[in-house]
Nanobody, 124 residues
């Protein structure tokens, strides 16, 4: 069982940048595809980005394409989300997630493990 801890959230003005990081412990990190999801008040949890076990085949939600970049370091058991040109609509709690096995899955129900979440607030 993998345990996930996010960090790096905060308050930023529109147009600014933040870098989220997720550290994994227990289990074999390279066995898991990793995802970043977000959930705004009153809304469902939605995919932001995901990355395969090897670090390839990244997927991005249309709303963040060209602004966000997901990456992972299997030697350090970490996955990161670089967020640039942030918009007020990016405000949400961001969650790191892990899914064991292959395949591209972009809905929360298919992910097995979750971090506690980190708040990102973008002011206009």
């Amino acid at each position: 069982q993998v345990q996930l801890v996010e960090s790096g959230g905060g308050l930023v003005q529109a147009g600014g940048s933040l870098r989220l990081s997720c550290a994994a412990s227990e289990g074999t990190f390279s066995d898991y595809s990793m995802g970043w999801f977000r959930q705004a008040p009153g809304k469902e949890r939605e995919i932001v980005a995901r990355i395969s076990q090897s670090g390839g085949n990244p997927y991005y939600a249309d709303s963040v394409k060209g602004r966000f970049t997901i990456s992972r370091d299997n030697a350090k058991n970490t996955v990161a989300l670089q967020m640039n040109n942030l918009k007020p609509e990016d405000t949400a709690v961001y969650y790191c997630s892990a899914r064991r096995g292959i395949g591209v899955y972009v809905t929360a129900q298919f992910y097995d493990y979750w971090g506690q979440g980190t708040q990102v607030t973008v002011s206009s």
